[in-house]
């Protein structure tokens, strides 16, 4: 099996981009003439694919659109089609965690059911909850650290009597004592550059999973400044997917993902220049 | 629509019972003559569900174990099947959570796919986060506070500047800012009886819901001492549903049920007495 980081490293040098797409299909912002067909939501995310795929690092499909849907099967068929015919890696959002049972049973349906490269967990339950998804060691297990969305703080930054944040102590432990086999990532939202930053000081070169640009709002130079000094996967669904809605969405899409990635690529290269001079 | 809570109490009357099922459909661990057959898993849940429904005031379907095998149309047939043959309420255990705009996509999974009577959610996004599953306001929103499994303090017992864990943090906004709509119910894991004491030390009657008897541990008199002042839903789930292996499995798990229901009723009749005197 390949390794997730190195399919991602692949995908990076090949299409020249550290832009991920979030496949995120909701039926009422789909085209009109996908959302009425029974496989609509298939054909959607595939022409997003087929329009994108050499403009992006990695796909995200997002597991709640599709089990909104009762979608599953078509779930399987993105993920299927994208691995038969691109060589990006799928990362799947799911954001999953239990007591140690019951998360193999959440790996077994990412990795084995879906055959996702790489899947999003959630780090409440603590170490003993992840390490079924850790076990799998060629795939990404990639945790959130610090989310995107407004109320984030509310859990994510209580300071602890040592100083240290929650967030602050996910990271610390996913970049020490809980990777034992070297294939943890973070979620690091794009929303909050300061907090991103401070993770990057903890974690060393370990790679972001960024959520929060596009429809979020994230600043992308603002982002490429926090997060320097590592790997980066930075993730657009909406402002990409949804950039259209007539019969030309891909086009629009393809648009959309390009100059996203031209905006990240221009960020990071202004960097280059400043650390030049 | 009939209010989660309110179902709850009537089943705890009519069952006298304090006992959840849960459902963890493991083909693994399943009688041999159901675990090869396509329906297989539907199968084994209706004989659970036929051999305790007069036992208990819940069941609690776990959703990885269904999607670890593909098996979602199964899991909304055992819904269904509960829902038009018991008065049983239906908890969907799924540990959701995510942005916003995601977090309605799982409420629409669980309460319009599979038309669940309540689910459990992870708090690590935020209040955010949790709203769109309040807002089903009839429905039961059951938030993780402390979790059974043997790691849970890693996160949830880190003490904050204020001298609080994140556990309590959650139970108080739980039973203060976030529970506009009086739908939420808490995880108390029966693993840490002290915990759960301080839990309902903060959130004064809310219903919490106790995992961690029977394969977990977890000691029923003293969870009943510690979880005493209001409401409970103790589950058990593998030493009920795996208490048989061949074709009486139905049986053994009635069996088991009986027995587990009784040690709890006991054990909260000691204290009835405790108090007399």
């Known amino acids: 099996m390949v390794d997730f980081l190195d399919q991602i490293a692949a995908a990076e040098k090949q299409n020249k981009s550290f832009l991920c797409v979030g496949l995120d299909p909701d039926p009422g912002r789909m085209p009109e003439h996908l959302a009425q067909e029974p496989d ?3 054909r959607f995310c595939k022409g ?32 299927e089609y994208i691995h038969a015919n691109t060589d990006i890696p799928v990362i799947l959002d799911a954001k999953r965690a239990d007591i140690s049972s019951t998360s193999k049973m959440y790996a077994e349906e990412a990795f084995d059911v879906y055959g996702a490269d790489a899947l999003t967990v959630n780090p409440y339950f603590g170490m003993d909850s992840i390490q079924p998804f850790l076990d799998y060691k060629d795939k990404g297990i990639i945790i959130l650290c610090r989310t995107s969305n407004p109320g984030s703080a509310e859990i994510q930054n209580i300071v602890s009597q040592d100083g240290e944040t929650v967030y602050e102590v996910v990271a610390r432990k996913s970049a020490g004592e ?38 979020q709002g994230g600043d992308i130079p603002a982002l490429i400044g926090s997060a320097r000094g590592g790997g980066v996967i930075i993730n657009s669904s909406r402002a990409v997917i949804y950039a259209g809605s007539g019969t030309d969405y891909a086009d629009a899409a393809r648009a959309a993902a390009r100059e996203t990635r031209d905006a990240i690529n221009d960020a990071v290269y202004a960097i280059c220049n400043d650390i030049r001079v």
Chains 1, 2 share one sequence.
């Open 48 to 79: 997003i694919v087929d329009a994108t795929h050499d403009l992006v690092l990695a796909f995200k499909p997002q597991i709640a659109y599709f089990a909104a849907q009762g979608a599953e099967e078509q779930l399987r068929r993105v993920i």
């Open 178 to 215: 809980w990777n034992m086999h070297g294939n943890i990532l973070l979620v690091a939202g794009a929303t909050h550059p300061d907090e991103l930053r401070r993770i990057r000081e903890i974690v060393g070169g370990m790679t972001l999973l960024i959520p929060g640009v596009g429809a």
């Open 40 to 42: 609509g939501i298939f």
